[in-house]
Nanobody
Framework: QVQFVESGGGLVQPGGSLRLSCTASASIDSIYGMAWYRQAPGKQREIVASIASGFTTYYGDSVKARFTISRDNTKRTLYLQMNDLNPDDTAVYSC???????WGQGTQVTVSS
C-alpha cells in the first residue's frame, strides 16, 4: 500500500504563504485522484483540495482563490500552495488518495501573529 509523508508546515503570520509537499512511497501514476485534507482542533477532517490524474481540480469553498493543488508524478509528489493564510487555516494537513482513509501523518500549519 502506498504511504504518504507530508512536509512544509510551520508557523506563519496572517497573510503569509506556505507550500506543503506530500511524497508517496511508490509511483502515483496510476492513482486517479489525490487530495489534501485538514483537521483543526475539535473539528472534523475536511477536504481542502483534490486533483485528478488529468489535472482536474476541486477546492473547498473556504480556500478557493487562495490555495493551489498540483502534482508531479515524476517526483511522486503532491503539492499545496497556500497564500493569504488566515487563523482559520490552522490545522493538521494530510494527504492521500481521494476517497480513501489512508492518509499520511500530517504536517501542522499554524497561522498566528
Amino acid at each position: 500500500q502506498v504511504q504518504f509523508v507530508e512536509s512544509g508546515g510551520g508557523l506563519v503570520q496572517p497573510g503569509g504563504s506556505l507550500r506543503l509537499s506530500c511524497t508517496a512511497s511508490a509511483s502515483i501514476d496510476s492513482i486517479y485522484g489525490m487530495a489534501w485534507y485538514r483537521q483543526a482542533p475539535g473539528k472534523q477532517r475536511e477536504i481542502v483540495a483534490s486533483i485528478a490524474s488529468g489535472f482536474t481540480t476541486y477546492y473547498g469553498d473556504s480556500v478557493k482563490a487562495r490555495f493551489t493543488i498540483s502534482r508531479d508524478n515524476t517526483k511522486r509528489t503532491l503539492y499545496l500552495q497556500m497564500n493569504d493564510l488566515n487563523p482559520d487555516d490552522t490545522a493538521v494537513y494530510s494527504c492521500g488518495i481521494l476517497g480513501s482513509t489512508a492518509w499520511g501523518q500530517g504536517t501542522q500549519v499554524t497561522v498566528s501573529s
